[in-house]
């Protein structure tokens, strides 16, 4: 839980340099909880300001660190009633040389506080005095200290401290001289801190921790300040990377919880969605069988089933109704085969068929083994040629045809016979007639000559 100032703290700070005059010598100047007394002349060499200062049971400024310095140096150049330009203030000297590693009292002096150039050269000089002014709206700058400025005092304990004041002959001790945040005591004779937290002063939603003369708010786990300071507003964790969350992010009050979409689960660094197996879990909803998926799962059917439209479901189908084949199917029990008709081959592919040319194959002749075969049985003569002579390719089949002269066996159609011209036809020679493979000739008897 961060504390955080809340607005009328600031508005404190903004508020809390006010000046009143308590002589024709001094304007009487209160910032955060401290007096000062800034003389209205500006005829004082710097060792006359700090004797002037010691008479009001006060010092000549000399702040405690840089912070106090920067309040007082802002109060002064921005209060508009002050129409001084430079002032005196204390500032730490060894051997009468300035350089940075000197500080205020406690704090290292931070050269930012000076003016350009400043402290410069001359005041260097070991047989030279030089002091510190604050020139209005400037900053630090470096003089003799015998030169003739107004100068700051600087009372030596805080505002509340009322016992402390009561030494300062110029501040009137009463309820006002206490600050915002304080309330005046008079059994204690001081100003003592109201603690706005106990008393349900404060303007805070949530936490409210006391601070001397003030207090901060805080807010609890989960929330962060308004912009009034007062509230707090809770933190949407899930605006941020998401929260750490892998999936879902739901942001509530004080905190937040991450979620995971259906089919995972929360995994044990309650920000990790793990998937959840429906499968080997048994919360699937699949009729055979189950193929899990990240965040899912996938209803699978055996073979020679359809997965239904639920998805769930398998429905037995007859699978050659649906199957590819270009010609015949077969249903096995993983699915169907196809075939192809007599006279065609089956692709690689295992659809598609493709006409077998019977014609470039080798047969076996002369033998009752009948197929075509690239092998014979060793009783079987083995022909290069399916048919005897002609061998005409068809589509899933083929043709055998014989030359002139011969005809084809009508018992196998392949083997091709001679035709006996002779026997068939008496007419064809005159005196003899003599039959040959494929065709005949004609003779005549001795002491003649064929004719024609």
């Not at 060894?94 to 150039?117: A, D, K, L, M």
């Not at 990240?294 to 398998?314: A, H, K, P, Q």
């Not at 194959?361 to 690239?374: D, E, G, I, L």
Request: negative net charge.
């Amino acid at each position: 839980m961060k504390p955080f100032a809340p607005a009328i703290t600031t508005i404190i700070l903004m508020c809390v340099f006010t000046s009143y005059t308590t002589s024709n010598d001094y304007i009487s100047l209160i910032i955060e909880s401290r007096v000062y007394w800034l003389a209205r002349s500006s005829v004082y060499s710097q060792p006359e300001g700090k004797t002037n200062c010691a008479q009001l049971n006060a010092e000549l400024a000399l702040f405690e660190n840089n912070e106090e310095y920067f309040r007082v140096y802002s109060a002064l150049s921005q209060n508009r009633t002050i129409t001084l330009k430079e002032v005196w203030i204390d500032f730490n000297i060894s051997n009468h040389t300035y350089y940075y590693g000197f500080g205020w009292r406690q704090e290292i002096f931070n050269g930012s506080v000076w003016t350009s150039n400043e402290p410069d050269e001359n005041c260097k000089n070991i047989s030279r005095e030089c002091c510190a002014r604050l020139k209005l709206k400037e900053g630090l700058k470096d003089h003799d200290c015998s030169s003739d400025y107004s100068y700051l005092c600087r009372a030596v304990c805080p505002l509340h401290d009322v016992k402390c004041l009561l030494k300062q002959r110029r501040v009137k001790i009463n309820t006002s001289n206490c600050s915002t945040g304080y309330i005046f005591n008079s059994t204690l004779a001081s100003c003592v801190d109201v603690d706005e937290c106990e008393t349900n002063t404060s303007m805070c939603t949530q936490s409210c921790l006391n601070t001397n003369g003030s207090y901060t708010c805080a807010c609890h786990d989960g929330y962060t300040a308004g912009n009034d300071t007062y509230s707090c507003q809770d933190i949407d964790e899930c605006l941020t990377n998401n929260a750490s969350c892998l999936q879902v992010c739901e942001n509530s009050a004080e905190s937040f919880q991450c979620k995971c979409h259906d089919g995972y689960y929360l995994g044990l660094d309650n920000k990790t969605c793990l998937d959840v197996n429906e499968c080997s879990s048994g919360a699937h909803k699949c009729q055979q069988n189950c193929s899990n998926t990240n965040g899912s799962y996938i209803c699978e059917c055996e073979n020679g089933y359809l997965r239904s439209s639920d998805g769930f479901n398998c429905t037995k189908v007859e699978t050659c109704l649906t199957s590819q084949c270009e010609q015949n199917c077969s249903n096995t029990s993983i699915g169907y085969t196809c075939h192809c008709y007599p006279g065609f081959k089956l692709d690689a592919d295992g659809i598609h068929c493709s006409d077998i040319n019977e014609c470039n194959q080798s047969t076996c002749r002369n033998c009752s083994y009948k197929n075509v075969s690239n092998s014979c049985p060793s009783h079987c003569n083995v022909s290069s040629n399916v048919c005897d002579q002609v061998c005409d390719n068809v589509n899933g089949s083929f043709q055998c045809s014989c030359r002139p002269g011969y005809i084809l066996d009508t018992t196998d159609n392949k083997t091709c016979n001679d035709i006996d011209e002779c026997s068939l036809n008496s007419s064809l020679c005159e005196v003899s007639c003599i039959n040959t493979p494929g065709s005949y000739f004609c003779s005549c008897p001795q002491g003649f000559q064929l004719s024609g």
